[in-house]
């Protein structure tokens, strides 16, 4: 039966007791309002460690002016429904004040450079500062051996995976593939913002990097070209898109021709919604 928990004493307590026992945790952090991507990352951590830990949390540090997180669904009954039907051993959902108790706004705060900038980062100044602190004070309560990530926020799984190395913690970041509609649109909690038209629409932002990984993978060059053509077709369609980039895997940075650890991404307004995606090329 999952329990689930919303103090640091609580939390700390519990997983004080499988340290003691040593037995291993695996810890998916999400913002709630899950979907079945979220619920792959816990079949994946399911089966890397005997101890599951979920945690709902929607980080205002993370969040710009004007962005959404008043607005944010918050399903807490119906996550937790879901992660107990998985398998989930404990939920962590505290409020702000458990994560920040000395506010938000003078608290102390995790930089990740090179990896954070740029990309998202140009669009949503600070954001990627708001998901590493956070995922640093997550992991020092849940102290967990594997903390799993999905890879349509590639750029966020980036980042935590450089702050884990740089920090020298003894966490494994692993990334499960991005789970997808039926008509190649990435799930994510915010698809629910699309209109009728809009969803419609949406899956082409999937297509079209795909349409830019062929042309890579046919030796098309140069790849900023690609990406000036791609955002041009997004833009044709109805988008308002923010960049495709073909970048290193590993550090974020442009690439040029002959790179095989790369990765083409691209993030595009349409209608209230923030579209995010990637592929492997």
Same mark, same amino acid.
């Given at each position: ?78 996550? *937790? ?9 404990? =939920?962590?959902?505290? @409020?702000?004040?458990? !994560?920040?108790?000395? $506010? ?110 062929? *042309? ?9 070209? =690609?990406?000036?053509? @791609?955002?041009?077709? !997004?833009?044709?369609? $109805? ?43």
């Amino acid at each position: 039966m999952m329990r689930t928990l919303t103090t640091v004493e609580a939390l700390r307590s519990q997983v004080s007791a499988w340290r003691s026992a040593g037995e291993g945790i695996a810890f998916v952090p999400t913002m709630g309002n899950l979907h079945e991507g979220h619920l792959q990352l816990v079949r994946h951590a399911l089966e890397q460690a005997p101890h599951v830990v979920a945690s709902v949390f929607v980080n205002p540090t993370q969040f710009g002016p004007g962005e959404d997180f008043d607005s944010y669904p918050r399903t807490l009954d119906s996550d *937790q429904q879901k992660l107990a039907a998985e398998g989930v051993q404990l =939920l962590f959902a505290p @409020a702000v004040d458990t !994560l920040y108790p000395g $506010g938000t706004q003078a608290t102390t705060q995790i930089e990740v450079p090179e990896v954070s900038h740029g990309l998202c980062d140009d669009f949503r100044p600070g954001h990627f500062a708001g998901v590493a602190t956070v995922v640093a004070r997550l992991f020092n309560l849940v102290q967990p051996d594997v903390a799993v990530f999905g890879e349509k926020d590639y750029q966020q799984l980036t980042v935590i995976r450089r702050m884990v190395r740089d920090l020298c913690w003894p966490i494994r970041v692993e990334g499960v593939p991005t789970v997808r509609e039926a008509d190649g649109l990435a799930m994510s909690s915010r698809n629910q913002y699309l209109g009728t038209a809009e969803r419609r629409l949406a899956p082409q932002l999937y297509r079209t990097l795909c349409e830019v990984a062929e *042309q890579v993978r046919a030796g098309q060059i140069p790849y900023r070209e =690609l990406e000036s053509g @791609a955002m041009q077709r !997004l833009a044709d369609a $109805g988008f308002r898109p923010e960049y495709v980039a073909i970048r290193h895997a590993e550090t974020l940075q442009p690439v040029e021709r002959g790179e095989l650890n790369a990765r083409v991404l691209g993030a595009a307004q349409l209608g209230a919604a923030r579209l995010i995606d990637n592929l492997g090329l």
